[in-house]
């Protein structure tokens, strides 16, 4: 078994387009995304990927579910194959044992929420703190607006070693929570506590939700170091993957078709202010192939803006080295070396968005840049050196998935070396590939059909809405529901609920999305109750005391009319007096 907890954390770190977006054609519309039915032949678009909700819907066959559901049914997963997926995507390893941890969901919860106050914080010291004008001006000169700060959330950690903690942490409990986040350092052996950022301008680093998940702070003064501090890994962070300005790429943009890669968090911000909105950079680690899968999920371009020096070439390399194994046909990749003594930051400031973009329209494509690099020492026009060009491509070259690209990249070759390709292939021992899997086509799921009284309905709905109106039944009033058969599904979420502490309807959804259920569960779930959300508890509890109501009299009725079809004289006298009163009770027609 998995944890329900590891369940919704995946479930929370996963983003539903990258997951739908490389198996199906999506196009932004409005809040969602609109595509044809990867489960039913149709023309015109009826399948809707809502990214606020992480979720899908089809309005022509009704499938809908999460991106675990989505795995199941589209790729045809099991259920722990699916997870693992996701998990491996997001940098986690499903556990292996049995034990779940129910305040596992409310520590990342009140981790995002400690991260959000941080935010606030930073901002408003870069507005109120008596030493703010240092970081005013040190923004001013690096050419950003009010707004511009405002969009990215850049703020200010003053000088000191407790102003953050002297405002957050009113408890120990809330003083551990910022130790947890990343937000305070704690040295155990000198028994102190500190604010792991100081004097430093504040870039919060946000997810694809825009939660703010961790923090950059960059130093005021280029001769401190280390230049750049980031958050350590928390529960909610794990740098390997986040790319800071995703999230404000994806808001700037309208339709995203490319994402430059640079350095610095100053230059994401930079570029944005003169209207290269689209622009990424990593958080202190080397471009991975899990940043690049990541960033053709979303876009089919990258392009890489480094250095023009020997380290920055060397960091282009290291980049071309990890997008390799993410090359897939429909995908592209270039690099752009700035001239010495700039960085995207000056640059763009220099020769304004119009030429910088120019630039990126001649940046150089990753074959010429891969076969230039790896050719730069050897001399091509001896023999052994075309040979020894091909001994350093052929294993790069295989780590390229099998299509049109590869093939391109193999010809390339064979034109360098002047060895014909289908010679080239045989000798190299480049087309003994793999042969690639195929999609199985979907399953339809059996659903069944269940009735429900209409206040058990209601009830439900409610509940779907807002299932922690689950909390406020006890034990007592739970034990009234159970052993009504029609009411067991009701039963089983108010359970669920209680027990996992934490929830959201979507959450919810998706753990019934394998079940016989979940059809008509997710259409209860798509009608509005017709109440404001303040409304919502009293009216729960309101139908749950009619439905105990209506059942004892329902009950009742089936003794007396038991009791009708026997003889007067085989009844007991309390059946006697049952039925008497019951008469009595009637209206006289």
Not at 84 to 111: N, Y
Not at 245 to 271: P, S, W
Request: aromatic share 8%; net charge negative.
């Amino acid at each position: 078994m998995i944890p329900q907890e590891f369940i919704e954390e995946v479930l929370e770190r996963t983003d539903i387009v990258e997951i739908i977006e490389p198996r199906v054609t999506l196009k932004k519309s409005g809040q969602n995304y609109t595509g044809l039915c990867p489960f039913h032949d149709e023309k015109s678009p009826s399948f809707s990927v809502s990214q606020d909700k992480q979720f899908y819907y089809c309005f022509g066959c009704q499938a809908s579910g999460s991106a675990l559901k989505f795995l199941m049914e589209f790729d045809r997963m099991d259920f722990v194959s699916s997870i693992e997926h996701l998990a491996q995507r997001v940098g986690l390893e499903v556990p292996r044992d049995q034990k779940s941890d129910p305040g596992a969901s409310q520590k990342r919860k009140s981790i995002y929420e400690v991260l959000d106050q941080s935010t606030s914080f930073f901002r408003e010291q870069l507005k109120s703190h008596e030493s703010r004008a240092r970081a005013v001006d040190y923004l001013k000169g690096r050419g950003l607006s009010g707004e511009i700060a405002r969009d990215f959330g850049v703020g200010y950690a003053p000088p000191g070693w407790d102003n953050l903690m002297s405002k957050l942490a009113i408890s120990n409990a809330d003083r551990q929570l910022l130790i947890d986040s990343g937000m305070l350092t704690e040295q155990v052996e000198e028994g102190k506590t500190y604010d792991r950022f100081r004097d430093r301008i504040m870039f919060p680093i946000r997810d694809l939700r825009g939660r703010t998940i961790a923090f950059g702070g960059r130093v005021l003064d280029d001769d401190a170091k280390p230049k750049y501090l980031n958050s350590p890994e928390t529960d909610v962070f794990h740098k390997g993957r986040e790319l800071y300005g995703l999230f404000e790429a994806r808001k700037r943009v309208r339709k995203l078709n490319k994402l430059i890669v640079v350095e610095g968090y100053m230059d994401v911000v930079a570029l944005a202010q003169h209207g290269v909105g689209y622009s990424v950079a990593t958080l202190g680690t080397a471009t991975s192939t899990d940043h690049i899968e990541r960033m053709f999920r979303i876009v089919p371009q990258i392009v890489f803006c480094f250095d023009g020096d020997n380290a920055g070439r060397n960091a282009a390399w290291k980049a071309l080295l990890s997008t390799l194994p993410a090359m897939e046909d429909g995908c592209s990749a270039k690099f752009l070396f700035v001239p010495d003594g700039d960085d995207p930051d000056s640059l763009i400031r220099r020769e304004g968005q119009e030429k910088f973009e120019a630039r990126i329209g001649k940046a150089q494509g990753l074959t010429n840049f891969f076969f230039q690099t790896l050719g730069s020492d050897l001399d091509l026009e001896s023999v052994e050196g075309r040979a020894a060009l091909s001994k350093l491509s052929v294993p790069l070259i295989a780590q390229v998935s099998e299509g049109v690209f590869k093939q391109l990249m193999i010809q390339e070759l064979s034109r360098r070396t002047g060895v014909d390709s289908e010679k080239l292939l045989g000798i190299t021992g480049l087309d003994r590939s793999s042969p690639t899997r195929e999609r199985p086509p979907p399953v339809n799921q059996r659903q069944r059909q269940l009735k429900q009284s209409g206040l058990g309905e209601h009830a439900t709905r409610i509940l779907l809405r807002q299932p922690d109106v689950a909390n406020l039944l006890d034990d007592g009033g739970l034990a009234k529901l159970d052993g009504v058969a029609e009411w067991q599904l009701l039963v089983e979420l108010v359970r669920w609920i209680q027990q996992a502490k934490d929830t959201s309807p979507m959450l919810l959804l998706s753990h019934y999305q394998d079940g016989p259920y979940f059809d008509y569960l997710r259409g209860l779930a798509e009608q509005d109750p017709m109440l404001s959300q303040d409304q919502l508890a009293d009216e729960f509890l309101d139908t749950l005391r009619k439905m105990v109501r209506e059942n004892e009299s329902e009950q009742k009725q089936r003794v007396i009319d038991d009791l009708t079809q026997k003889p007067l004289s085989e009844l007991s006298p309390v059946e006697r007096d049952l039925l008497t009163n019951h008469r009595r009770s009637k209206p006289q027609s």
